[in-house]
């Protein structure tokens, strides 16, 4: 899998400079970070909702759109692939395996000095979901 994000990792620094009429990369990057940031989010909801209805194959779509759309953010904020492997190894090497990091103080005050307590994530209810287009 890292090859292929590190491939699209450097077809996105090669758009980004195209013209923004025919590349989405380049007019991305002509509208700066936050329309960026606005892309992945879209994505990512779009991810959830498909997941959500137990679409999978409009999961598969909607999460190569939201691979890109975080490696066109990554570019943008000069963030490399390898940092983020390199994130994960380090997570690997406190957790095992390579999970996200604990939000509880308790769990975390093991591995690392305490964080500010984040705020809860609400989760999904209903059973169906729409997406806007």
């Known amino acids: 899998m890292s ?13 980004k400079d195209l013209d923004p009429a025919i590349s989405r990369t380049a007019r991305l990057f002509q509208r700066g970070p936050a329309k960026m940031a606005k892309k992945l989010a879209e994505e990512a909801i779009e991810v959830v909702i498909d997941a959500v209805n137990g679409n999978s194959d ?42 996200k990091l604990p939000k509880s103080t308790i769990k975390m005050s093991r591995v690392s000095p305490p964080r500010i307590a984040r705020r809860p994530i609400v989760a999904l209810e209903g059973r169906s979901l729409r997406k806007r287009h």
């Open 3 to 15: 090859d292929s994000l590190d491939r699209l990792y450097q077809a996105v620094l090669a758009a």
């Open 58 to 99: 409009a999961v598969i779509r909607e999460s190569a759109d939201l691979l890109y759309n975080l490696t066109v953010l990554w570019a943008s904020a000069g963030v490399r692939p390898e940092d983020v492997w390199r994130e994960m190894e380090r997570r690997e090497d406190l957790l095992g395996i390579a999970e």
